[in-house]
């Protein structure tokens, strides 16, 4: 069993949700919040704590993921129009020091198998500069960045995320494979949410 108390959870869940129509995060998806499902994953991770970024809708996101966990830490991405690097950013930028790394999961990913998250920590705990889920050869999410990528990540821009930064690792990322496709499920559009 490995403890969380060198790695934080990060919940990204500041975008506009505009394929969506706006509100995506707030929609009803298996009775609860689509946040929530995210939060329950952030919640399984061995990580010490979560940081939830919000940046459209701050208020109503803030006050759903209170809802679902007094504890969590909100942080604003005042410039998140820019795209999830802002996100990524300003989750980043507010970590505690001393940490192994961070699980990075994307508020609009619900259906995370809670099984798969420890081992994602135990890689980096090996040395590897970041871990990722795998299903059917394909890579999906959470990510999990060791402290040795937060000062690059502190500079991505754009709307992509850590995506440069996992593509320049190469065979040094480490790939976990994931029980179900739960680590590649979100939600962009309404009908999404049936499915």
């Known amino acids: 069993m490995t403890t969380g108390a060198d790695f934080a959870a990060l919940v990204l869940a ?14 009803p998806y298996r009775g609860a919040p689509l946040l929530h499902g ?18 459209a809708d701050a208020e ?24 999830l690097a802002a996100s990524l950013r300003a989750g980043i930028a507010n970590l ?5 790394g961070a699980f990075v999961f994307l508020g609009d ?3 995370i198998p809670h099984a798969v998250l ?33 000062a690059q990540a502190l500079g991505l821009t754009g709307d992509v995320g850590a995506r440069p930064l996992i593509q320049g690792l190469g065979p040094r990322l480490a790939l976990v494979e994931a029980p179900d496709d739960g680590v590649l499920f979100d939600v962009d559009e309404r009908g999404d949410l049936d499915r």
């Open 14 to 27: 500041a975008g506009s949700a505009s394929r969506f129509g706006g509100g995506k995060l707030l929609a």
């Open 38 to 55: 995210a939060l329950a994953a952030a919640r399984a991770a061995p990580a010490a704590s979560i940081i939830v970024v919000t940046g």
């Open 60 to 83: 109503a996101v803030g006050a759903a993921a209170r809802a679902f966990d007094p504890a969590v830490r909100l942080v604003h991405a005042a410039d998140h129009a820019e795209g």
């Open 96 to 100: 505690p020091p001393d940490l192994a």
């Open 109 to 111: 990913m619900p259906r």
């Open 118 to 150: 420890p081992r994602l920590a135990d890689a980096v705990r090996a040395g590897a500069p970041a871990a990722a889920p795998a299903f059917a050869g394909i890579r999906g999410h959470p990510v999990v960045l060791s402290a040795s990528l937060f």
